[in-house]
Structure formats: C-alpha cells, structure tokens
C-alpha cells in the first residue's frame, strides 16, 4: 500500500517548514544564492518534495515575505494596546518596529534588505507590504488629530518609518559605532522624530 496523502494540517505544517527554512536562506544568502535543493535539504526533504507544496522559488520567497510582513503588522498592532494618549502609542509602536528587527532580523532583511525582481513581485505581496505600513500611517494619523503633530500623515509616516530603518539597518549591517548601540539611539531617535513633528521652529 501507498503512503496516505498527506492531511491538511500536514500539508500546512511542511509549507510553514519550508517558508521558515528559506527566510534563514534568502537573507543569509540572498536571492540569488538559494536554491529549491537548498531550500528541501534544510527541511528535511528531497528537491522534488518541495515542488509539492510550492511552483517554484519565487513562490517561496514571496510566501516568506508575506508571512513576515503578517508577523511585523501584528507586532506593531499589539504595541499599541493599553497606550493612553497619542504620543504612548508613537513611543510603544517606535519601540515595536526595534524590537522586532533584534527578535527576527531574517525577516526584517527579507521584508526592507531584499529588493524584488519584476518576476517576484506579486499583488499579494505588494498588499502586505502596505498593510505593514498602515499601523503607523494611522498612529501618526491620530496623533495629528490629538494635536500631537502637524502636517501629512502619510509624509510623518514616512519620516517616522525612515528614522527607525535608517538606526535598524546600521544596527543589522553592523555599522553603528562610535559609542552608540542600537538600544542607546532608540529613544532619542524616537524623541527627535517626536520634536520634528510638530512643525517648523519658528524665528
């Protein structure tokens, strides 16, 4: 007799393996340095096993990046639970955008350190990165409501998301030195961005 087929909790638990063991590949090696054999060796698995759960390696790494930009939405949404004003929240999703780039630093290269061919991108993929940057849009949305800051929101967004990456990818990239850590930079980063937001100095 032949092997049962496999139920649907297996099947979703050796996709689940496979999109874990490349998200340690791709950001380790890169694109173009993993390979569908790589990528089944490291699960376990023959070549040709993988190709049951997956098209091809563009699958994968698009799943991959999906599921990490679906666990870096819902670390930012939890932060902001029990925040009593605007700027609470602005300080607790700060520190939960850091936080989760020292807790999966392969995600976090897959989700801003990997640019995509043409060929891997995908709607679904475009959608979660989106969906990714909306809890702070809508944090800095609100705070411009409260009176916390002023101007665009999506503009803020942007500066606010782009102080945070900018100490992040020194810190995964090893180049922050001259005395400051990640963790010494992360509430000053948070403050000036904070200060930034509340219009122009006036002379």
């Known amino acids: 007799m032949g ?20 998200e340690g590949l791709f950001a ?3 694109y173009d340095g993993v390979t569908m054999r790589a990528i089944a060796k490291m699960t376990g ?6 190709y049951r759960y997956f098209e091809n390696k563009d699958a994968i790494f698009n799943a991959a990046r999906v599921a990490a930009y679906g666990r870096f939405t819902a670390a930012q949404e939890a932060s902001l639970a ?8 602005l ?18 290269r897959l989700m801003f350190e990997m640019k995509p061919s043409d060929a891997t991108r995908t709607p679904e993929v475009e959608e979660c990165g989106a969906a990714a940057f ?10 411009i409501e409260a009176g916390v800051l002023v101007g665009d929101h999506v503009e803020l967004a ?15 990239s090893g180049k922050l030195r001259h005395g400051f850590d990640l963790m010494a930079l992360r509430d000053p980063m948070k403050h ?12």
């Not at 029990?82 to 929240?89: C, D, F, I, L, R």
């Not at 300080?91 to 976090?108: K, R």
């Not at 782009?162 to 810190?171: D, E, K, Q, R, T």
Request: aromatic share 6%; glycine share 8%.
């Open 3 to 22: 092997r049962p087929p496999f139920s649907e909790e297996q099947i979703e638990a050796q996709r689940e393996a496979v999109i874990h063991a490349a």
């Open 91 to 108: 300080s607790q999703i700060g520190d939960a955008y850091i936080q989760f780039a020292l807790d999966e630093p392969d995600a976090y």
């Open 158 to 172: 942007h500066l606010f998301w782009a102080g945070l990456h900018g100490i992040v990818s020194l810190h995964v």
């Open 192 to 203: 000036l961005l904070l200060a930034g937001g509340q219009g122009p100095p006036t002379v």
């Open 45 to 50: 698995q023959s070549a040709a096993a993988a």
């Open 82 to 89: 029990g925040a009593q004003n605007s700027v609470e929240e």
């Open 28 to 30: 380790e090696l890169g």
């Open 134 to 143: 909306k809890p702070i849009r809508d944090t800095i949305a609100r705070a």
